[in-house]
């Protein structure tokens, strides 16, 4: 009877391990969640390897805003609601954690743009960084689609 009962308990655990959501930070604006790559929809941020001048010293800008996605998420599970698909067939969304945007948090913390190109939505909060020089806005950058063509 142990034995079945053990059997059963790693069944259960193997079971609850393989539908356990699997979260991964690709970039500032852009995650794989259970698989499904996620591309945050009205927002950029810079690229991994692009860098920022902030006090004449060179920053990497597009590693903090991962890195402060990455804190911002910590053990939570985003939860997204999907906008469509994008060119490269990702799932365009906005993704919150405990109710709060994580779009909106990366632009008013100054690590991301409103990508008015598609979006108006989070003008007002870049407004906002910027005002207060928060993020990239107290460095010396270039916008990520200018920092792609390059």
Do not use: H
Not at 89 to 98: G, M, P, W
């Amino acid at each position: 009877m142990k034995k079945l009962l053990g059997i059963l308990v790693l069944g259960l655990l193997t079971c609850n391990i393989s539908f356990a959501d699997s979260l991964r930070v690709v970039d500032g604006d852009t995650i794989v969640l259970n698989g499904e790559k996620i591309r945050f929809s009205g927002i950029d941020t810079p690229e991994l390897k692009q860098t920022c001048l902030k006090d004449d010293q060179e920053v990497g800008c597009g590693m903090t805003a991962k890195m402060l996605l990455v804190k911002k998420i910590g053990n939570n599970t985003p939860e997204c609601i999907s906008e469509g698909k994008d060119a490269y067939k990702r799932t365009l969304a906005e993704c919150f954690v405990n109710g709060e945007s994580l779009s909106k948090f990366l632009v008013r913390s100054g690590y991301a743009f409103a990508y008015r190109k598609y979006s108006t939505k989070f003008i007002k909060d870049e407004e906002f960084a910027k005002a207060n020089k928060l993020g990239m806005w107290a460095m010396t950058f270039q916008y990520p689609w200018d920092f792609r063509k390059a």
